[in-house]
């Protein structure tokens, strides 16, 4: 799948970029990893796939043992991040999920 980038101003005049990416998950149960952006200040992460609940963890092997679920029809948001780097580690519960990630940075 693919990503779309673009850069705005906040209301304070502050410019503010964001990737929207939908990030294909072919095989349940399977770890995929995505990189995020430098200096990031919001993620947004959701399955658009009916049904699949996600396993997200930000340490490679641990999105089966040790992660946040974020079960169908919910959203993970975090905010006043500041990550220098970071991955982000998913599972979904089902085949062929598609997870929409929305980063702001």
Not at 65 to 71: E, G
Request: proline residues 2%; hydrophobic residues 40%.
């Amino acid at each position: 799948m693919g990503s779309q980038t673009q850069t705005f101003r906040s209301a304070s005049g502050q410019s503010i970029s964001n990737e929207i990416t939908n990030l294909s998950i072919p095989i349940a149960n399977t770890e995929i990893s995505h990189v995020l952006q430098l200096n990031l200040k919001q993620l947004i992460v959701k399955a658009r796939t009916n049904g699949a609940k996600l396993k997200v963890s930000f340490v490679v092997g641990e999105s089966g043992t040790k992660y946040v679920t974020i079960y169908p029809g919910c959203v993970l948001t975090l905010t006043d991040l500041g990550f220098s780097a970071s991955t982000l580690y998913i599972q979904s519960s089902k085949v062929s999920t598609v997870v929409e990630i929305l980063e702001l940075y």
